[in-house]
């Protein structure tokens, strides 16, 4: 059985979504934007 659940494949050129959002939501509290 493998541990990696499919995750293995490389990502969208943009990036991941979910990791997108949170780095912006960190940006917006954290430098008041």
């Given at each position: 059985?493998?541990?990696?659940?499919?995750?293995?494949?490389?990502?969208?050129?943009?990036?991941?979504?979910?990791?997108k959002e949170a780095i912006i939501d960190k940006f917006s509290?954290?430098?008041?934007?």
């Amino acid at each position: 059985m493998s541990n990696f659940r499919g995750e293995t494949k490389y990502t969208a050129v943009d990036g991941i979504d979910e990791l997108k959002e949170a780095i912006i939501d960190k940006f917006s509290r954290d430098n008041n934007l």
